[in-house]
């Protein structure tokens, strides 16, 4: 593919995972988009015609409708030939009362997740309270309906993650009933409290003070965290060869495989502290290879923290990867590679680290207002 439409599609990538479509369905339009643009004579109306004409017996009538739908998306991105309008929704009113059949369903569903797919409490009772709510609404289940009940739900001034909730909902009783839908979701603007997270000096403070344990397991905990970025459920995956290999590729959030790297000097330095016989162990676990649960590094980390006079704020696994991103862009100011390290899926999800703190505005503030 020539340079130019590989830069086209992946513009388009990267804004088509932040549209509320499902890993699958985005997957499908990237597969279609990048045949066309491989294969297309021209990237314009004409050219899609001449291509989906030419392809109908290599994609099949059953799949035709999603090439066609994710190429003309593609093309209404980039304003060539094609626009996209979103269709007005109109509100549905509250019906008198819910109807016995899909009282049933509502029961049958509830059921399901409980026996089959063992579900937690608070999940069922989120779908409860989603699919009845909509019942409420509407007396079938279809798109059209669903849809206009999440119109309804904006227009109440529900919150966009509120509605995100109700749509997951939906989404696996349609799923239960055999009538999938897709529904896009809100989004949700992502905010960070950048005075939350530990300052370089604090952070210091706590692996001092961590030398001090007969066990530098713990050291070793919050260096890992600090200096790779990783989430809390990528963490519970590493093993202790991974460290010192210096990098593994692990299959991360939404099911996305990323990389982590190591820095040469926790790798080498992990490599002397921890015995050959325990490499394959996970890092995140006792003497004996036993993974501890996910609620106790919290409380580690919360216990330290006022051990070192850190605020309670500041002291979460999460924290460590929010201190990893603004040291790097403080080191090296790529936002683009940043957003890579962390296996971000869009750009705009890291550019929440450009932000500055509170003492940080105030200090900038300070040293450049002299006049």
């Not at 049933?104 to 009772?125: C, G, M, Q, R, W």
């Not at 530098?216 to 890992?224: D, E, G, M, P, S």
């Not at 501890?292 to 923290?305: F, I, T």
Request: proline share 3%.
């Amino acid at each position: 593919m020539e340079a130019t439409r590989q830069a086209m599609l992946s513009e388009y990538i990267s804004g088509l995972y932040n549209r509320g479509m499902s890993y699958r369905k985005c997957g499908m339009y990237i597969m279609h988009v990048a045949s066309f643009l491989e294969q297309a004579d021209t990237i314009n109306r004409r050219g899609y015609l001449k291509y989906r004409k030419s392809h109908i017996a290599d994609v099949g009538w059953q799949h035709i409708s999603i090439m066609s739908e994710s190429i003309c998306d593609f093309l209404a991105t980039f304003g060539i030939g094609y626009k996209t309008t979103a269709r007005p929704s109109k509100p549905l009113e509250k019906l008198d009362k819910v109807s016995e059949k899909n009282k049933e369903l509502l029961a049958n569903f509830l059921e399901h997740i409980t026996t089959v797919k063992d579900y937690s409490p608070n999940t069922i009772a989120t779908y409860r309270f989603g699919i009845s709510s909509f019942f409420k609404y509407a007396s079938e289940y279809n798109a059209e309906n669903v849809r206009r009940f999440i119109q309804t739900l904006s227009d109440e001034g529900q919150k966009p993650s509120t509605i995100r909730l109700r749509i997951t909902a939906l989404e696996q009783f349609g799923n239960y009933i055999k009538k999938p839908i897709e529904i896009r979701r809100p989004k949700i603007q992502k905010s960070l409290a950048l005075d939350n997270i530990p300052t370089e000096s604090e952070y210091q403070k706590m692996l001092d003070y961590l030398l001090n344990f007969q066990d530098k397991k713990y050291y070793w905990w919050v260096r890992i965290l600090a200096t790779s970025g990783v989430r809390q459920s990528e963490f519970a995956k590493l093993t202790w060869q991974d460290v010192i290999n210096g990098e593994v590729l692990i299959n991360s959030k939404g099911n996305k495989y990323r990389r982590i790297f190591f820095p040469k000097d926790v790798s080498s330095r992990v490599a002397e502290y921890v015995g050959i016989e325990n490499r394959s162990y996970p890092v995140y676990s006792n003497s004996q290879g036993r993974q501890y649960s996910n609620r106790w590094l919290w409380e580690c980390l919360q216990k330290w923290g006022a051990e070192c006079g850190i605020s309670s704020d500041k002291m979460h696994p999460h924290a460590f990867r929010h201190l990893f991103a603004k040291m790097f862009l403080k080191k090296k100011n790529d936002i683009v590679q940043l957003a890579d390290i962390l296996g971000h899926g869009s750009i705009e999800t890291t550019r929440i680290y450009l932000q500055r703190s509170y003492a940080e505005q105030k200090r900038d503030f300070n040293k450049s207002v002299t006049w």
